[in-house]
C-alpha cells in the first residue's frame, strides 16, 4: 500500500506561480510513472502532466512552457512547478502513482486562479 498527500494549493491571481508537492509514503518500492492530474467543476479528470523513474516527462498541451514536473525518487516526492496561471488552471489537482498493477491517488489539492 502507498499513501500521497499532496501540499501547495491555493489560490493566486492570474499570471502568478504555485508549487504543489506529493510526498509518497508505505511501501514505496519499485513505483514506475508518477503524475499530476485535475479535474474542474463539471469536467472530466486529465492528464496534466507526467513523469517516469527514468526523468522522461509529458505535458498537456495546455500548460506546455508553464508548468515542470519533477521527481525525487529517493525522498519518494513529486513537484509541479505552476508559473503564469490562467483562471482556465482552476481545479482540483491530484497526484498519481503506478507501482506494477497499482495505481494510486492522492486526496486532490485545490488550485484556483483569480482573473
Known amino acids: 500500500q502507498v499513501q500521497l498527500v499532496e501540499s501547495g494549493g491555493g489560490l493566486v491571481q492570474a499570471g502568478g506561480s504555485l508549487r504543489l508537492s506529493c510526498a509518497a509514503s508505505g511501501d514505496t518500492t519499485c513505483i514506475s510513472a508518477m503524475g499530476w492530474y485535475r479535474q474542474a467543476p463539471g469536467k472530466e479528470r486529465e492528464l496534466v502532466a507526467a513523469?517516469?523513474?527514468?526523468?522522461?516527462?509529458n505535458y498537456a498541451d495546455s500548460v506546455k512552457g508553464r508548468f515542470t514536473i519533477s521527481r525525487d525518487n529517493a525522498k519518494n516526492t513529486l513537484d509541479l512547478q505552476m508559473n503564469s496561471l490562467k483562471p482556465e488552471d482552476t481545479a482540483v489537482y491530484y497526484c498519481?502513482?503506478?507501482?506494477?498493477?497499482?495505481?494510486?491517488w492522492g486526496q486532490g489539492t485545490q488550485v484556483t486562479v483569480s482573473a
Open positions: 513523469i517516469t523513474s527514468g526523468g522522461s516527462t
Open positions: 498519481r502513482l503506478t507501482q506494477g498493477i497499482y495505481t494510486y
